[in-house]
């Protein structure tokens, strides 16, 4: 928790790292971001309504009014069916820093660089540093067809020209051209491994979770390190000191992700 609230971006025009939460209803999008205040405010809170939105809203986390270094930004889910769910032409827009914080999303038709509050010219700290596919751990087997081409069209879409990549040099994520970093949150792994629902310390030794993990890394073309499972707080009435320790280091990754983009955008 310490060095989240101490962290501080690589990039003086950046004060605090924007990424962008993608996934299908009910995937557990808002959850996480309820999640991950409920550590910091020290209670279980629900902030961000959880649950199918039309409306893209960006939220700042937050430690009794005081904001922390990174914002999620929430999208309405990715459906099924064609012309239904977040538009695919709205992607570049939101990850170029034009779209406007509550914006009305239209499945069937775009955003428009005339809309209320379409920002012209967005700064750096208007873009999105960090793309994360959030994916349920129970639902991985039986993704559809259709959501996992969406989820494959965001990650091809570009940022001032770049598609949606990492580069690995050791351990070491790497991104020569300015691309935008990904990972995966893979949610609600107590529902889908009875060892982990049992004690949720068993996460790393369930050889059930680390098969969704594999299989989730091989079905949206991203490294196994990028995969990130957690378990975000639904029914529960008090913390949990073993999930806020899976919930924060997601958000470290987060972060240490999007250092690695600004360290290659000062470097160009």
């Known amino acids: 928790m310490e060095s989240i609230k101490m962290y501080k971006p690589t990039v003086s025009s950046v004060s605090q790292v924007r990424v962008l939460l993608v996934g299908p209803v009910g995937a557990g999008k808002s959850s996480f971001f309820n999640s991950v205040n409920s550590v910091f405010r ?64 239209n499945p069937s038709a775009s955003l428009h660089s005339e809309a209320h509050g379409y920002l012209k010219s967005p700064g750096l700290k208007d873009k999105i540093h960090c793309v994360a596919y959030v994916i349920d751990a129970c639902k991985i087997s039986i993704l559809p067809t259709k959501q996992e081409e969406k989820l494959a069209a965001i ?16 351990s070491r994520p790497v991104d020569r051209t300015g691309r935008i970093p990904q ?53 529960e009435l008090e913390l949990d000191a073993n999930c806020d320790i899976l919930l924060l280091s997601a958000v470290i990754q987060m972060l240490r992700f999007a250092d690695n ?7 160009e």
């Open 183 to 235: 990972l995966v949150l893979l949610t609600k792994v107590d529902e889908a491994c009875p060892l982990v629902k049992e004690d949720v310390r068993n996460i790393y030794n369930s050889g059930y979770i680390k098969e969704m993990m594999q299989k989730v890394s091989a079905r949206l073309g991203v490294p196994l390190s990028c995969v990130v499972p957690v378990k975000n707080y639904s029914e």
């Open 155 to 170: 990650r091809r879409k570009r940022d001032d020209g770049h598609e949606l990549s990492l580069e690995y040099l050791g």
């Open 42 to 105: 020290g209670h279980v809170t629900s902030q961000a309504i959880a649950g199918c939105s039309t409306t893209s809203l960006t939220t700042q986390l937050g430690e009794k009014g005081k904001p922390l270094p990174i914002i999620l930004c929430d999208t309405m889910g990715l459906e099924e069916s064609t012309g239904r769910g977040l538009d695919l032409d709205d992607i570049s827009s939101i990850l170029k820093g034009h779209l406007p914080n509550r914006y009305q999303f």
């Open 261 to 267: 983009y600004f360290d290659e955008i000062s470097e």
